[in-house]
């Protein structure tokens, strides 16, 4: 239930009326009544203050809208309030309005390589460019740095055509490059909106939920994509929100567990590994990938304990290898930046790992370029190198796609890079695609670092690989990730390839 009018809300609706051009239409009628009524002098008067009032409104009507945090963006509660008023009225007279929110395209992965400093100055000026858009009795509101809420108020021609239109003129402005440490960075956004029509009798918060709801679906179809919440959008949004709270459920019935993809040595053809990769088994869905929940992860704050269950069945998949006789050196484990920011995650390793009769040399510790590259705090830093010194490999993942300087790799003790499959992928047919390989094997060879080639899908990748020196092969082209029932009979199957088949030399370096 709507709660009463307010005395202030009543005042910030006539201001509004009298802010506006409309009341300029009044002007001559109170002019021509003033002369009757008092005659000249009375019309001297009211041509002399009615001026000043209108001022006088119309800047405490903008004062009151655009109020006090220095950027034109109002209190969050204050516009709550404004916009639950907004929509009570609009109920009663009939009048469209609509609740939008920008955000700002990959902000905090440009944070990575200009740093905060810069990210303030991006936030700014987005800013001032969405508020140098939006009419003057428009509110907004800022929900994060580089998010914001924007209430459009009442209008005649507000529909689905006008709120698109005006996503475009934000968008325009927001294209615009900036300066960001002497180098042209170029900026987008995503865009969602709901019409008030859309909904029935709601609260803000439903109103601005079912705007982020749009907001998610235009972020998930892109960069720079604008899209209006519709009963589809709601539909989706409803089941995402059940699979996340499935996904919870997942994490503690062993629906969530790891599948293993092989990682094989380029002189000898042995298995020197796998990498634990995670998989939901959903008993509906099948088998889900990480693009399907690793989004519900984040969001809910379960990264630390997806990676605990990662861990706790790789482990456990290492002791029955070794039961079984077979041959494994080391395990590969993503560890997420939530995770290496964790005080206590050295100590609970240790624990780990002893409860699994493993010593710290069988773990190799993966960890995304990118978590290198955005500059990691304290914490992040002590864990990586503390592991390193506890005897575990340090794998740098998705080399060549974080920007991460080769200081890094000395100051982490990386042990072994892992080459993106973007620079992989038809190695063996396009030169460019060689030789970049190829430098990077070199920079290798010179810090003493390992490396290994991911995305290797064909024969001619891997033969190539090995000819430029590279250590270690993965990819579909050697084994798909697999559950761990099947992981000892494909060992058993490479193990017999194995036999009778020719070594590939090496190219000799300059």
């Not at 990959?106 to 460019?129: I, K, T, W, Y």
């Not at 969405?130 to 509101?141: E, G």
């Not at 705090?377 to 993942?397: A, E, F, H, P, Q």
């Not at 200081?407 to 993106?420: E, G, N, Q």
């Given at each position: 239930m709507w709660k009463p009018i307010s005395v202030s809300r009543i005042f910030d609706s006539l201001a509004m009326v009298l802010s506006g051009p409309p009341a300029l239409a009044f002007a001559p009628a109170i002019s021509l009544a003033a002369y009757w009524i008092g005659g000249e002098r009375a019309l001297v008067v009211v041509a002399l203050t009615l001026p000043l009032v209108f001022a006088a409104v119309s800047t405490a009507h903008k004062a009151s809208n655009r109020e006090k945090d220095g950027n034109g963006l109002l209190p969050l509660d204050r516009f709550a309030a404004q916009m639950e008023t907004l929509f009570a009225e609009n109920q009663r007279?009939?009048?469209?309005?609509?609740?939008?929110?920008?955000?700002?395209?990959?902000?905090?992965?440009?944070?990575?390589?200009?740093?905060?400093?810069?990210?303030?100055?991006?936030?700014?000026?987005?800013?001032?460019?969405?508020?140098?858009?939006?009419?003057?009795?428009?509110?907004?509101?800022?929900?994060?740095?580089?998010?914001?809420?924007?209430?459009?108020h009442a209008a005649q021609n507000l529909d689905l055509e006008a709120c698109i239109q005006m996503s475009g003129r934000i968008q325009a402005a927001v294209d615009e490059p900036i300066m960001l440490n002497g180098t042209s960075v170029y900026m987008s956004c995503s865009i969602g909106f709901c019409l008030q029509s859309t909904l029935l009798d709601i609260t803000f918060a439903e109103w601005i939920d079912a705007a982020n709801a749009a907001l998610a679906e235009a972020q998930r179809n892109g960069p720079a994509t604008i899209r209006a919440f519709s009963s589809e959008t709601q539909r989706r949004a409803r089941v995402r929100a059940n699979l996340r709270n499935e996904f919870i459920a997942a994490l503690d019935s062993g629906e969530i567990r790891p599948w293993f993809q092989p990682q094989i040595s380029t002189d000898t053809g042995h298995v020197t590994g796998f990498e634990a990769l995670s998989r939901w088994e959903h008993p509906q869905k099948g088998v889900l990938g990480p693009p399907v929940f690793l989004p519900f992860a984040e969001q809910a704050d379960l990264m630390e304990r997806l990676g605990q269950v990662m861990r706790h069945h790789a482990f456990t998949a290492m002791h029955q290898w070794n039961r079984a006789g077979v041959v494994v050196p080391r395990i590969g484990v993503n560890f997420s930046s939530e995770e290496l920011r964790d005080p206590a995650l050295i100590d609970r390793l240790k624990w780990e790992l002893d409860q699994n009769d493993l010593t710290p040399d069988r773990l190799t510790v993966e960890i995304l370029e990118t978590?290198?590259?955005?500059?990691?705090?304290?914490?992040?830093?002590?864990?990586?190198?503390?592991?390193?010194?506890?005897?575990?490999?340090?794998?740098?993942?998705?080399?060549?796609?974080?920007?991460?300087?080769?200081?890094?790799?000395?100051?982490?003790?990386?042990?072994?890079?892992?080459?993106?499959?973007?620079?992989?992928?038809?190695?063996?047919?396009?030169?460019?695609?060689?030789?970049?390989?190829?430098?990077?094997?070199?920079?290798?060879?010179?810090?003493?670092?390992?490396?290994?080639?991911?995305?290797?899908?064909?024969?001619?990748?891997?033969?190539l690989m090995a000819q430029l020196g590279c250590d270690h092969v993965q990819g579909f082209g050697i084994g798909k990730p697999m559950p761990f029932e099947k992981t000892l009979d494909w060992m058993a199957a490479h193990q017999n390839k194995l036999n009778g088949m020719p070594k590939i030399g090496r190219q000799a370096r300059p």
């Open positions: 007279t009939g009048h469209e309005a609509s609740c939008m929110i920008v955000e700002l395209d990959g902000f905090s992965e440009c944070l990575d390589p200009h740093g905060n400093a810069a990210g303030n100055v991006m936030a700014d000026q987005f800013r001032s460019r969405v508020l140098s858009v939006i009419r003057s009795h428009d509110i907004a509101t800022g929900l994060d740095q580089g998010k914001i809420a924007i209430g459009l978590v290198f590259s955005r500059r990691p705090d304290d914490v992040i830093t002590r864990n990586v190198i503390s592991m390193s010194k506890l005897g575990c490999c340090i794998d740098l993942d998705g080399f060549g796609t974080g920007h991460a300087s080769i200081a890094s790799i000395k100051r982490f003790d990386v042990s072994r890079i892992k080459i993106d499959r973007s620079f992989v992928a038809k190695a063996d047919r396009d030169a460019s695609q060689q030789q970049l390989v190829s430098a990077i094997l070199t920079m290798a060879e010179r810090l003493n670092v390992e490396t290994l080639a991911e995305g290797v899908e064909t024969q001619g990748e891997h033969a």
